[in-house]
C-alpha cells in the first residue's frame, strides 16, 4: 500500500510537469495565439492607419463631429458619436471640470471666469484603433475585426447588437444605432481613405489639429509628425497599443 | 467490436459528416480571405458614399473665391468647414444644397473668446461687447477676414 503511494507521487509529479511544460510550449506555438488573440499586429502589411491629434491647435469648433455625423449617418441625437469633442477645465483649486455639451457639435462655451482657471483645454475623442482593441477580442460571433490596414470595422450582417463591445470599449467609442440595432463605430472613414482621401474630421478641421496617415510610410506627414513631437496615447494602462496619438495630452485627461 | 459502439461510432460519423456539410453551407464565400472575418465586410465598408468632396473640387468652378481666399487668413480652411458637404452639389450645381451660413454664433463657433482655445492660434473677441448690433460680415468678408 505504501510502496503505490510513493509511485502514484512519482507519477502525478511527472504528468504534472509534462502537463506545464507542454502549455508552455503551446502558448508560445503561432497557431495557438491566434486562439486566444482576436487581433494581431500584421508586420508585412502595406498600410497601418493612425491619426495624430494635436492638443495645442484645437479650438474645440466640433466642426469634426458635426461633419463626421453627415459623413457617416450617425443618427442626429446628441448622445450618438464617433467623434466628440471634450472641454477640461482644471480650476485653481485644482478641481477638474470636463464638459461636452451636444458632444461639442454647436461649439464650446465657459462657465468660468479666466481668473478662476488654472488651464483649460479641448480633447477631440474618436475610436483608437487599438492594435489589441477589447472590442474586437469580445465580439462572441466575430462581427468586429480588424482590416488589412489595422483599421477597426464592424460587419453589420454579422453583428447580433449584444453591446458586449460597448461596454468593452475603454474610450466610450461605441453606441449602438437606434434604427439598425447594430454596433457603430468610428471606421476612420474607410470609405475616404482607401480613396486617396482623408476622413471627414480632417477635412473640415479648421486648425488642422488632426493628421491622417500610414504609420508604415515614414515620409507621411502623420510619421513625421510623431517624429517631431512629444506625442502620448490615452489610457496606455490599458495595454491596448492606439493607433491615435496625442501631441500635447494634459495628465488630467481620462 | 460490439454492436452498440459499432452503432455509435457509425452515429458519431453521420453528424460530423453532416456538421461539416452544415458549416461549408452556412460560412460565407469571402470568409477568411484577409483573416478571420467576412472579406466583402471591407468592400461593403468601402462602398459608401463621401459627403464631403474635398476643397480641389470647389476650385474648379469657383476659383475666384479660392483666389480670395487663398490670400488671407482662412486659406487652409476647407470651404465645406462652413458651407456643408458638397456631394449633391457637385452632381447638380443649380439644386443649391450648400448653405451660407449667417450671424454671429456661427463665427463664434471659432472665435468667440475662450480660455481653452491658443490666443496666439485664433483671434478671439468677446462676442457679448464686439460690436453687438453688427454682423460680423459686415466688416469682415469671410473668405478674407482682414481684406
Given amino acids: ?254 | 467490436m460490439p454492436k452498440h459502439i459499432r452503432r455509435l461510432l457509425l452515429l458519431f460519423a453521420v453528424l460530423i459528416t453532416l456538421f461539416i456539410i452544415v458549416r461549408q453551407v452556412l460560412i460565407p464565400d469571402s470568409f477568411g480571405q484577409f483573416g478571420h472575418y467576412r472579406g466583402l465586410a471591407l468592400e461593403e465598408n468601402k462602398a459608401h458614399v463621401a459627403r464631403y468632396v474635398g476643397t480641389d473640387i470647389c476650385a474648379e468652378c469657383h476659383w475666384e473665391t479660392m483666389e480670395l481666399k487663398t490670400a488671407d487668413m482662412h486659406a487652409e480652411i476647407s470651404c465645406e468647414t462652413c458651407h456643408g458637404p458638397g456631394w449633391k452639389h457637385i452632381e447638380e450645381p443649380e439644386q443649391g444644397q450648400l448653405t451660407i451660413p449667417e450671424g454671429r454664433e456661427f463665427c463664434g463657433t471659432c472665435h468667440s473668446r475662450n480660455p481653452a482655445r491658443s490666443a496666439s492660434l485664433i483671434a478671439q473677441v468677446n462676442l457679448s461687447d464686439h460690436n453687438i448690433e453688427t454682423n460680423c460680415s459686415e466688416c469682415h468678408n469671410p473668405h478674407a477676414p482682414w481684406n
Avoid at chain 1, 495557438?32 to 498600410?47: G, I, M, P, W
Avoid at chain 1, 460571433?141 to 453591446?163: K, N, Q
Fill in chain 1, 1 to 254: 500500500m505504501e510502496l503505490k503511494n510513493k509511485k502514484n507521487r512519482r507519477d502525478f509529479l511527472k504528468n504534472g510537469a509534462l502537463l506545464t511544460g507542454g502549455m508552455l510550449i503551446a502558448s508560445g506555438m503561432k497557431p495557438f495565439s491566434a486562439l486566444v488573440y482576436a487581433t494581431n499586429h500584421n508586420e508585412d502589411a502595406e498600410h497601418w492607419y493612425g491619426m495624430a491629434i494635436d492638443i495645442e491647435k484645437c479650438i474645440g469648433c466640433g466642426n469634426c463631429a458635426k461633419a463626421c455625423k453627415i459623413e457617416n449617418d450617425v443618427p442626429e441625437e446628441p448622445f450618438f458619436f464617433r467623434t466628440w469633442v471634450e472641454q477640461y477645465t482644471i480650476l485653481n483649486d485644482g478641481s477638474k471640470i470636463i464638459t461636452s455639451e451636444n458632444g461639442g457639435l454647436n461649439g464650446a462655451s465657459q462657465d468660468y471666469t479666466p481668473d478662476e482657471i488654472f488651464k483649460s483645454f479641448f480633447v477631440p475623442k474618436m475610436c483608437n484603433h487599438c492594435t489589441n482593441s477589447p472590442c474586437t477580442q469580445v465580439c462572441p460571433v466575430g462581427a468586429t475585426f480588424e482590416s488589412p490596414e489595422g483599421v477597426a470595422l464592424v460587419d453589420s450582417t454579422y453583428c447580433i447588437g449584444c453591446r458586449y463591445c460597448v461596454q468593452a470599449c475603454p474610450y466610450g467609442c461605441r453606441y449602438i444605432h437606434p434604427k439598425t440595432k447594430i454596433a457603430d463605430k468610428c471606421t476612420l472613414c474607410y470609405h475616404r481613405i482607401t480613396n486617396g482621401q482623408v476622413p471627414a474630421c480632417q477635412e473640415v478641421c479648421p486648425t488642422n489639429a488632426k493628421i491622417f496617415g500610414d504609420l508604415n510610410d515614414r515620409s507621411s506627414e502623420l510619421v513625421q509628425f510623431i517624429k517631431k513631437h512629444d506625442w502620448q496615447i490615452l489610457k496606455p494602462h490599458m495595454n491596448t497599443k492606439p493607433k491615435v496619438v496625442y501631441n500635447a495630452l494634459s495628465g488630467e485627461v481620462n
